[in-house]
């Protein structure tokens, strides 16, 4: 009798932890799910061209930006030769591309950027602000799928200038004069 209550408790352990397991593998198949199509991203030079210039690799202090696991100048003073901003990761897949920039400063914020190539160029999409960099392409790409975009000039890219908006002006044509001939003309 308690060989059996042995063996019976047994199972239950063994069959606990295989549903833990095939909850975990869910897990992870979900995050390959989503990291399917897409490559992941450690350095700037893994990122396409046209999302390496919006980012400003190459512009030094002002602007610039520093690659993965390299110093930044994560304070409010300028100067010291290191630029502000520096890549935590990127994600490609085709025509779009999603990468983390931690900003420093007092305001110490993470931009994920989303970017669609259109063309031959590559343009900025969305933007949200979090406050930790991500880990993993999964946790990159459930970032910008599930914050709400940020306010309107929040992420500000170096590289990226778009062209003044020109307002249109409508200014009302002038119209002919009307005339009524009189009955007796």
Known sequence: MQFASIVVAAGIGLGCCALADAGSRSGEARADRIEADWTEAQSLR??????????G??????GGIADRGTSFNSGDVLGGGLPQRRFALGAVNGDTAVVAVEQGGRGYQVQTMEFRQVGATWEPVRCTVGIEPPRR?????????????AAPGTCKLPGFHPEPATATVSVPQPQPPRFR?????
């Open 46 to 55: 893994e990122l396409p061209a046209g999302v390496q210039a919006l980012l």
């Open 57 to 62: 690799v190459g512009l030094g202090e002002e």
């Open 137 to 149: 392409s999964a946790e990159l790409l459930e970032n910008i799928a599930a914050r709400r975009p």
């Open 181 to 185: 001939l009189r009955p007796e003309a």
